[in-house]
């Protein structure tokens, strides 16, 4: 841990990443949502796509996936291999292809084919988790939500602005201390942030524009 020179204000550090950010690529959900593709439904499946896979992977992936169908009528009428073929790219995609089929025939049979903007009901599904639950409410419901993924639980135990082994404890620590005005944003922030610049290893501390606030934490060696 390095020690700082100004304190850590979480409103100028929102400021200074929005600029950071700006000439990066998008974090995918929302990507995809700046292209059209706004509805509860294709953000969460969107989501599920991304799991353990590239952004550079996840768009391209959910594209092909909605050529084929957008709403939960149109991928219910689909079958297990034609989603499967359609997000091939992606990891774990045979799974998935069941888990979006079985989302989609729900959706229709209990919820008139409408995905309800409720956590409970989301995290319900099989394949999906707190974090792609919160993000696709977060962007899709514009519900206050906090999409913690690597790099959201990374780079703020970084700055020492929280301090939580796992990512769900890092959500809660989040939620506890995070202002509720930033609780979308901050994913969309984030993830390209620690693409790009606060990377896992040898992050880009020389030229960050958080040098001045950022605790440093665990970091050993560094651009």
């Known amino acids: 841990m390095t020690s700082v020179s100004h ?71 689909l079958d297990a291999a034609q989603i499967d073929h359609a997000i091939r790219a992606c990891t774990y995609h045979e799974a998935k292809a069941h888990q979006i089929l079985a989302i989609a025939q729900t959706t229709v049979a209990e919820y008139q084919g409408e995905l309800p903007c409720d956590a409970d009901v989301l995290t319900g599904f099989r394949g999906v988790g707190p974090k792609c639950a919160n993000l696709a409410l977060g962007i899709a419901c514009q519900q206050p939500y906090i999409g913690v993924d690597i790099h959201v639980h990374r780079v703020t135990n970084r700055w020492g602005y929280v301090a939580a082994k796992t990512p769900e404890k890092t959500l809660k620590s989040l939620e506890d201390k995070l202002p509720r005005e930033y609780w979308i944003e901050i994913n969309r922030l984030l993830v ?32």
């Open 7 to 77: 304190p850590f204000d979480i409103h100028q550090v929102i400021q200074r990443l929005r600029q950071a950010v700006a000439p990066l690529p998008k974090a995918a959900l929302f990507d995809l949502y700046d292209q059209g593709y706004t509805s509860l439904f294709e953000q969460l499946i969107s989501c599920m796509i991304s799991i353990r896979t590239y952004d550079e992977t996840t768009v391209p992936t959910a594209l092909s996936l909605f050529k084929l169908g957008r709403t939960p009528e149109e991928v219910s009428l």
């Open 192 to 223: 390209p942030f620690g693409k790009h610049i606060c990377t896992g290893t040898l992050p880009r501390c020389s030229t960050c524009v958080l040098s001045d606030m950022c605790a440093q934490v665990g970091v050993d060696k560094h651009r």
